[in-house]
T-cell receptor
Framework: GEDVEQSLFLSVREGDSSVINCTYTDSSSTYLYWYKQEPGAGLQLLTYIFSNMDMKQDQRLTVLLNKKDKHLSLRIADTQTGDSAIYFCALDTGRRALTFGSGTRLQVQP | DVKVTQSSRYLVKRTGEKVFLECVQDMDHENMFWYRQDPGLGLRLIYFSYDVKMKEKGDIPEGYSVSREKKERFSLILESASTNQTSMYLC????????????FGPGTRLTVT
């Protein structure tokens, strides 16, 4: 099956940029997603990228996709304390369900 | 505002008990999903359903079953709870053409003692 890997923890200072990385094994996904989970809540869809794109920008969020290396990243510019959460990448592998990574806990220090 | 609700936020059950976790969505979505979330393992798919009375096994269906008698309701059943089923359980729903556009409930933290 699909393997989706993320580092477990990232700590940044408020105002810095955060980069959360994700690597995967199956390259058949049409879309690749980033979800955010705030403390005590379920996940919410943050952004996504179509597999034929290299980059997508949405306000403070930039998604980069390197299909050759099977690497997806989420960059958050001007990181705020409200961005502290767990971030999951997820792939649609064609079985009518998503495969999620292990999640990266982002801690933003004031 | 779209909503997915789960019957309990916290649940404590004893080993061997039959446990029902209920999930209701008000968005008329065809697809519904049950995941469990464990530290360091992310979300793992237990079962999903793309229509009433339809179900498909996910990655870790052992020890679980599901029921979808009505479109808005998807139940997860632990036939005989065990301590290794202590976890956070998340329910989600999505429209038929938007598998990636999943809406999640707040989760049920189940402890089996």
């Amino acid at each position: 099956g699909e393997d989706v890997e993320q580092s477990l923890f990232l700590s940044v200072r408020e105002g810095d940029s955060s980069v959360i990385n994700c690597t995967y094994t199956d390259s058949s996904s049409t879309y690749l997603y980033w979800y955010k989970q705030e403390p005590g809540a379920g996940l919410q869809l943050l952004t996504y990228i179509f597999s034929n794109m290299d980059m997508k920008q949405d306000q403070r969020l930039t998604v980069l996709l390197n299909k050759k290396d099977k690497h997806l990243s989420l960059r958050i510019a001007d990181t705020q304390t409200g961005d502290s959460a767990i971030y999951f990448c997820a792939l649609d592998t064609g079985r009518r369900a998503l495969t999620f990574g292990s999640g990266t806990r982002l801690q933003v220090q004031p | 505002d779209v909503k997915v609700t789960q019957s309990s936020r916290y649940l404590v059950k004893r080993t061997g008990e039959k446990v029902f976790l209920e999930c209701v969505q008000d968005m008329d979505h065809e697809n519904m999903f049950w995941y469990r979330q464990d530290p360091g393992l992310g979300l793992r798919l237990i079962y999903f359903s793309y229509d009433v009375k339809m179900k498909e096994k996910g990655d870790i269906p052992e020890g679980y079953s599901v029921s979808r008698e009505k479109k808005e309701r998807f139940s997860l059943i632990l036939e005989s709870a065990s301590t290794n089923q202590t976890s956070m359980y998340l329910c989600a729903s999505s429209p038929p053409t938007g598998i990636g556009e999943q809406y999640f409930g707040p989760g049920t933290r189940l402890t089996v003692t």
